[in-house]
């Protein structure tokens, strides 16, 4: 069975810090994406990783690939309340089959 | 564009009640899926559809139907609907090896 597991499911942090989402999944898979979903609403795609090793960024997310250890990293450098939401990450091994994540539930505190 | 839209946003039924979940995207997406959200357990796939008059089960497909007669258009029906089905559905469309483009999502009670 395919298991794609994210911690920590719960993240308070404050204004101002730094910390990382970790995503493990069990099969292989040679892109990874990640979304973000804010409270009542639907998701929203923030990256798309492509190949082992791939690295994007965008503002204060950063996003990272590791395809040999299954493992993708989502760095958030100097929280602001705007990051508020929860975050998930997903595989598609067979292609268009995606898999999810329980998400991440991020909290900014200041 | 619209994107991806799904009707009704917001719909009660009673237990053995059927209905359908209508989801359009007008991206010429070849790739439509359903899920279900419920809280603590993510998204999970109910079934999704690799072009026009293609379909599969995902991940739980019981109580579910799907058919896909043009590329634009991906409905769910529910057949006898149970309080279990409770949830909140979302239709997502991609085209080939890209993300994936999410509707704003039906929330649905079952009483």
């Known amino acids: 069975e395919l298991k794609v597991e994210q911690n920590p499911l719960f993240l308070s942090m404050q204004e101002g810090k730094n910390y990382t989402i970790y995503c493990n999944y069990s099969t292989t898979s040679d892109r990874l994406y990640w979304y973000r979903q804010d409270p009542g609403k639907s998701l929203e795609s923030l990256f798309v990783l492509l190949s082992n090793g791939a690295v994007k960024q965008e503002g204060r997310l950063m996003a990272s690939l590791d395809t040999k250890a299954r493992l993708s990293t989502l760095h958030i450098t100097a929280a602001v309340h705007d990051l508020s939401a929860t975050y998930f990450c997903a595989v598609d091994p067979s292609r268009n089959q995606f898999y999810f994540g329980t998400g991440t539930s991020l909290t900014v505190i200041p | 564009n619209a994107g991806v839209t799904q009707t009704p946003k917001f719909q009660v039924l009673k237990t053995g009640q059927s209905m359908t979940l209508q989801c359009a995207q007008d991206?010429?997406?070849?790739?439509m899926s359903w899920y279900r959200q419920d809280p603590g357990m993510g998204l999970r796939l109910i079934h999704y559809?690799?072009?026009?008059?293609?379909?599969d089960q995902g991940e739980v497909p019981n109580g579910y139907n799907v058919s896909r007669s043009t590329t634009e258009d991906f409905p769910l029906r529910l057949l006898s609907a149970a309080p279990s089905q409770t949830s909140v559905y979302f239709c997502a469309s991609s085209g080939s090896g890209s993300t994936q483009y999410f509707g704003p999502g039906t929330r649905l009670t079952v009483l």
């Open positions: 991206m010429n997406h070849e790739y």
């Open positions: 559809s690799v072009g026009a008059g293609i379909t």
